[in-house]
């Protein structure tokens, strides 16, 4: 993930702070859970491979 990509995930966090998930589906991929935990996300993930 750039700089620039990590900035915009890290931007997102309050906006997506004030939503609830019932589910957050992430791929098993790094960079797709490097930024659920950018967004603050991260804890509330199950990795999804399909």
Known sequence: ???NG???A???RPVLARQTFALVLVS???R???TCD???LGAK???DGN
């Open 6 to 8: 990590r900035r915009q």
């Open 1 to 3: 993930m750039t700089d």
């Open 28 to 30: 098993p991929l790094r």
């Open 45 to 47: 993930t199950i990795a």
């Open 38 to 40: 950018l967004v603050g």
């Open 32 to 34: 797709a859970r490097e």
């Open 10 to 12: 890290e931007r997102m």
